[in-house]
């Protein structure tokens, strides 16, 4: 397989710019030796509304599951992967979940207005509840997490790693790194979960 469907010194994919739908169906030769996989053909025939279908997927179900256990206690976790490819889809996926969890926050506010104003209505003020709605999870990159591959300078992964490691600092809870830029020279002792992620492993 062409080496370069993974991570090198040398990649030329901007990792804080995510490929377009016209991107990804370009001829990049990365592009066609991913088609070569099994599980390519399944993505292609997905309609666009079902691209971050976890029920579709064990691996994002298993993901997000780990991610809002880890959020809910506090966990920092490592997330290791052979390829940009993954890398760049789940950072997709993390959008995608701020994205709904914003719109289930401003549901559940428009939901509370609602009863509030229906309560009041009919004079029954007594039963408003005061509970806060919880805010929701957010995940900006270089604050909520991180991301290391072979485009990331030196500088920035100290910087990276010194944010990471800070026990102080709450929201950087998840650091996205290529297998190949991330084996040597880098010490993460602020994490306490390690995930491998790659589509074509699948240990038992």
């Not at 969890?101 to 509370?112: D, G, H």
């Not at 010194?162 to 650091?175: E, G, P, V, Y």
């Not at 020279?185 to 589509?199: E, H, M, P, Q, Y």
């Amino acid at each position: 397989m062409n080496s370069n469907v993974f991570d090198t010194e040398n990649e030329q994919i901007p990792p804080e710019e995510f490929p377009t739908n016209q991107e990804e169906n370009s001829h990049e030769p990365w592009l066609e030796e991913m088609r070569e996989q099994f599980w390519f053909p399944f993505l292609d025939a997905l309609p666009e509304e079902s691209k971050f279908d976890i029920e579709l997927s064990g691996k994002f179900l298993l993901l997000k599951f780990i991610l809002d256990k880890c959020f809910e206690i506090g966990d920092k976790v490592l997330l290791f992967s052979r390829s940009l490819y993954t890398l760049n889809h789940i950072e997709k996926f993390l959008k995608n979940l701020q994205i709904q969890n914003e719109k289930e926050y401003i549901k559940q506010c428009e939901a509370r207005r609602q009863l509030r104003e229906l309560l009041a209505s009919n004079g029954d003020n007594d039963n408003v509840t005061n509970e806060n709605i919880p805010e929701p999870i957010e995940w900006v990159r270089d604050r909520d997490y991180f991301r290391m591959d072979g485009q990331t300078e030196v500088t920035t992964r100290k910087r990276y790693a010194k944010a990471f490691n800070d026990t102080s600092n709450i929201r950087a809870r998840l650091f996205l790194i290529s297998t190949l830029a991330g084996g040597i020279g880098i010490n993460l002792t602020g994490s306490n979960r390690v995930i491998v992620f790659d589509a074509s492993w699948n240990p038992r």
